[in-house]
C-alpha cells in the first residue's frame, strides 16, 4: 500500500546487500558516537546548571543536535531495512530534523564566537545574518527535495541532483567560515594582545575546522551512491562527531580561561568581555555617587577641593583612598552694605542737627 501522497508510478529503491552494509557500519559509527557525545553533553549540562541554576541556551543546542541526529538515525535505518515505508510525512520528518541538525550546529559555533566579541550588537547581526541565510537554503531544500523523493516529475528529480550538491557545499562555505572568523578573533583579539595562553585554543581550531570540512566532503561524496536514500545514513554520523568536535573546543575554552596563570573564572566569557563588564559596572558606581552627593544649599559660593597625600590637585577616580578638604565660602555683602547704609543715614541726620543749631 502506497503512502501518502505517493504517486502511482512511485518505483521504491530496493537496496542491495552492499548498501546493507554500509548502512549497518555507518549506523554502528553513529551508535557508537552518539553514546560519547551524549555522555559528554550531560557533563557539560550538569556543569551548567550546578554553575547557573538555569537553562542555558547552549546546552539547549547541544541536546536537539544530538536528539536530532539520533532520531535521523533509527529513522533512515528504519527506512532502509524497509520498516518504515516511504510517504510524504516520512521525508518531511527527514527535512525537519535536518533543519534542526543544521540550525543548532551553527547556532553553536556563533555562540562561540560570541563569547570572543566586546559588542553585542555585532553578534546579534551575525546570528541572525546565519540565520536568514540558513533558512533560505532550508525552505529551497523543502521545495526540491520532498518533490524529487516523492517522483512528482523527473524535473524536480533533475533539478534535485544539482541543487542537492550545491545547498551541502554552500553549507560547507558557513561552517568554513563561521570557525575561520572565531579563529581570526583568537589570533587577534587574545594572542595579539600578549594572552599566549590561547595559542593551543588557536592550534586546536585549526585542526578541528579541517577535521569538520572533511566530514562536509565526505557527506557530499556519499551522494554519488547509486541508492539515493544511503547518504541520508551519513547525515547523523557526520553531525554527531560535529557536536563531539564543539563540545571538546568548549571544554577547551574553559580550560583555558581557567589557567593558573590569569584569573580563575570567569562568568561572562573570555578577558575581553570580562573587562567590558568591569568598565560598565565603574561607570554605574560613577554614576549612582554622583546621583548620591548631597544637594549644596551655597552653590556659588562653596567649593570643593580634592587633593592627594603629596598634595597635589585631582579629581576623584574611584580607586585607593582620597583627602576631601571641603571649604565653605559665605557672602556677607549684603550685611555689610546694611551697615553702611545704616552709617551713612546716621552721619547725614547728625550734620542736619548740627547744621540747625547753627542756625539758632
Request: hydrophobic share 45%; aromatic share 12%; net charge positive.
Amino acid at each position: 500500500m502506497a503512502g501518502f501522497l505517493i504517486p502511482s508510478w512511485y518505483k521504491e529503491a530496493v537496496p542491495t546487500l552492499d548498501d546493507l552494509l554500509i548502512a549497518s557500519i555507518i549506523w554502528g559509527f553513529t551508535l557508537a558516537s552518539g553514546l560519547f557525545a551524549g555522555a559528554k553533553a550531560f557533563q557539560q549540562t550538569t556543569t551548567l546548571w550546578k554553575r547557573s541554576r538555569r537553562i542555558q541556551p547552549y546546552a539547549v543546542m547541544v541536546w536537539a543536535e544530538w536528539t536530532s541526529s539520533t532520531v535521523i538515525g533509527v529513522l533512515s535505518w528504519l527506512f532502509i531495512r524497509g520498516i518504515v515505508r516511504a510517504s510524504f510525512w516520512v521525508y518531511f520528518a527527514f527535512l525537519c530534523l535536518w533543519v534542526i541538525q543544521i540550525q543548532c550546529i551553527c547556532g553553536i559555533i556563533v555562540n562561540r564566537i560570541a563569547l570572543l566579541m566586546v559588542d553585542r550588537r555585532m553578534a546579534a547581526k551575525i546570528r541572525w545574518s546565519v540565520a536568514i541565510i540558513l533558512g533560505l537554503i532550508n525552505i529551497s531544500v523543502f521545495c526540491i527535495w520532498i518533490p524529487a523523493r516523492l517522483q512528482i516529475s523527473t524535473t524536480f528529480v533533475y533539478v534535485n541532483e544539482i541543487w542537492d550538491r550545491i545547498e551541502k557545499v554552500l553549507f560547507l562555505f558557513v561552517d568554513a567560515a563561521l570557525n575561520f572568523y572565531f579563529i581570526y578573533l583568537v589570533r587577534t583579539k587574545l594572542i595579539a594582545c600578549g594572552l599566549t595562553k590561547y595559542m593551543p585554543l588557536f592550534k586546536f581550531n585549526m585542526f578541528m575546522v579541517g577535521v569538520s570540512m572533511s566530514l562536509d566532503i565526505i557527506l557530499i561524496g556519499s551522494m554519488s551512491i547509486p541508492n539515493g536514500i544511503i547518504y541520508v545514513q551519513f547525515h547523523p554520523l557526520v553531525y554527531m562527531l560535529k557536536l563531539h568536535i564543539e563540545m571538546n573546543i568548549a571544554d577547551l575554552i574553559v580550560k583555558v580561561v581557567r589557567a593558573s596563570n590569569d584569573h580563575p573564572s570567569y562568568a561572562d566569557g573570555t578577558e575581553l568581555r570580562s573587562r567590558q563588564n568591569r568598565e560598565e559596572t565603574a561607570k554605574e558606581q560613577a554614576k549612582s555617587n554622583n546621583r548620591q552627593q548631597p544637594t549644596d544649599p551655597f552653590p556659588i559660593n562653596r567649593n570643593y577641593i580634592e587633593t592627594s597625600p603629596e598634595g597635589a590637585q585631582k579629581r576623584y577616580s574611584g580607586h585607593g583612598i582620597t583627602k576631601m578638604v571641603q571649604t565653605k565660602v559665605i557672602s556677607r555683602r549684603r550685611d555689610e552694605e546694611n551697615d553702611e547704609d545704616k552709617s551713612s543715614q546716621s552721619s547725614t541726620r547728625k550734620l542736619k542737627n548740627d547744621h540747625q543749631q547753627d542756625q539758632f
